[in-house]
Structure formats: structure tokens, C-alpha cells
């Protein structure tokens, strides 16, 4: 029974040590190549200028891996730790709400729920990674 109870011990110990290694990403914010795609200048935009680009899309798909999956789950699928992002709608609002959530963050209470993305991640990646979660299946919501 001791002995069985001690591997129990260890295997846990094991699989809260494997969980870092196989986290989607490692948590710190990731650059995101754009490459190809438009430049969008200085100003901000708060509606989408990528809506139904294909290779937005490829980029956001990889720019979304490596920043939100962590938190958000694999292609959004929330486990509940977050929000989940395919329930955004894809209209101008969301838009402007997506934009805004990822340039500030979210802060309560003096613990940060998201990091603040601006300036670690170029509104070109942002927008990106907005059309790449427009482009998932809304099926399970």
C-alpha cells in the first residue's frame, strides 16, 4: 500500500513537472512574422482590415498558438481558465472590443487576467490572430 501510494506521489509529481513542457507556449508574449500581409501604420484600427484574408489567417493561426492558446485553449476552445473567443462575434463592436482587450489586458483587483499585448505584439499580429479566431468553427457554443 506505502509503495503504491509513493508512486501515486511521484507520478503526480512527474505529470505537474511534463505540464510545463507541453503548455502552449511559455506564457511570455511570443513575436508574431507578418510578413505579406499589409502594413497598418501607427494609428490603431478598431475594425478588422483582414476579414477573410487567407494569410491572416495562417499567421493569426500561429501568432494565436504561441499567445492565447495557453489561457483561451487549442483553436479557442475555452477549458474555462478563459473566455472563449469564438463566441465573438464578427462584427465592427467585437472588433473594436478584441482590439482593445488585447492592446490593455484585463486587470481585477490587482491581478492581471490577461497581459497587456501592446507593444510585445504588433497590430498587424493582433488583427492576424482576430481573423484566424473569426475563421473557427462557432459549433459547441
Known amino acids: 500500500m506505502k509503495k503504491s501510494c509513493n508512486l501515486l506521489i511521484i507520478s503526480i509529481l512527474n505529470l505537474c513537472l ?3 513542457v507541453f503548455a502552449h507556449g511559455d506564457g511570455a508574449p511570443q513575436p508574431v512574422d507578418t510578413e505579406g500581409l499589409e502594413a497598418l501604420g501607427e ?3 478598431t ?3 483582414y476579414k477573410g484574408n487567407e494569410l ?5 493561426a ?10 483561451h485553449g487549442l483553436d479557442a476552445r475555452s477549458g474555462g481558465i478563459a473566455p472563449d473567443l469564438r463566441a465573438l462575434k464578427d462584427t465592427a463592436e467585437d472588433d473594436e472590443w478584441f482590439i482593445y482587450r488585447a492592446r490593455g489586458g484585463s ?5 492581471t487576467y490577461m497581459p497587456r499585448f501592446e507593444g510585445l505584439i504588433s497590430q498587424e499580429a493582433m488583427w492576424a490572430i482576430r481573423t484566424y479566431i473569426n475563421s473557427l ?5
Open 18 to 20: 511534463l505540464n510545463n
Open 43 to 45: 494609428e490603431w484600427l
Open 47 to 49: 475594425k478588422n482590415p
Open 56 to 60: 491572416a489567417i495562417q499567421i493569426g
Open 62 to 71: 500561429s501568432g494565436y498558438g504561441s499567445n492565447c492558446a495557453r489561457c
Open 107 to 111: 486587470i481585477r483587483n490587482g491581478v
Open 137 to 141: 468553427p462557432k459549433d459547441g457554443l
